[in-house]
């Protein structure tokens, strides 16, 4: 009995201690653990306020995009929303753009629908989309899997398919031009912040040339002067100390925009809120319709004008170009 007894007091001892070292080492790998998964978890999470955040899949010929949808908080049965396609940069995804343009919160209030297409770190590993390379087809590739998105949103939530507008900022911008000028009838405004218009490049070294304001802009497909009408209206907003995209690029697409139209620019007009920086907009016009409007920020980098501090490619001094974007397409819808 003593035996036993003596044999159970060192199991108790030796429990105890291997209960003590699993718990340190748990500890101390937990924290490990939870620092290695934080990005994965926080990439998850969903950006702050109401409404879903969907997760969704395209796929294509050219393979498949993952992307984001936000569906504003109480939309009813029936109830056709207008969509508002998010085109992130380089060094972005859905998540950061989203967090960064606050498009969310503006699509609450106003209630539309914002679809945020991902580029695959395979494809590009700064994240960007390849709208430069259109030689070997890539570029088309990708705007046919950013269709397919769009396309499997307007099959599965209530989209008004007479009311999509497409904006992007920097490559995100110079994919939307490309998407509308291969699909203008799907379109009722295009916005590009901080990009490059169709037709200025075709491979990755052009794009450089053409980042810098090298490279000619070649006007628009002869189908466009034919059928004006056809091609939505755009809006650029460039920030005069760009130094990633020079602002000539912003000055380009208004201009084979409204070259393509026929459209004729009235005088610019200054706007100046608050102390956000003051901007210059130029209106291009066809018979009293717009064709084109050129926003110029002065003071504003490579960066969404007025977009949340402390995010990448962001500046809260700009005005707000999200709000910007959303009255101009809302405009379109109207007319």
Known sequence: MARRRKAGGWAGVFARSMQALTSSTWRKGSA????????VLDKRRPPAGPGQWISGVAVGASGMRRF????????????????????????????????STRMNRIAARERFLVLYPEQDLVSNPQGCWNWFDTASGRAYGEAALIMKAIDQVCLMYAVDRARIAVAGLSAGASMAALLVARHPERFGAVVMHSGIPPGTAHSP???????????????????AAARPTAWPPLMVIHGTRDRVVAASNGRAAVQVWADAAGATPAGPRSVQRGKR????????????????TLVEIDGLGH???????????SDGLGPDASRMAWAFAARQFRA
């Open 68 to 99: 984001r949808l936000y569906r504003p908080p109480g939309i009813v049965f029936g109830e056709r929303l207008p969509l508002m396609v998010m085109l992130h940069g380089c060094g972005q995804d859905a998540k950061t753009f989203a967090t």
């Open 32 to 39: 490990a653990v939870q620092q290695a998964v934080r990005p």
């Open 303 to 313: 960066a969404w004008s007025g977009g949340a501090a402390r995010q990448l490619y």
């Open 205 to 223: 070294l052009s794009a450089l040339g053409a980042m810098h304001g090298h490279r000619p802009t070649r006007p628009l497909a002869d189908r």
């Open 277 to 292: 920086y003051a901007t210059s907009v130029t209106d291009f016009k066809r018979r009293g319709r717009t064709v084109a």
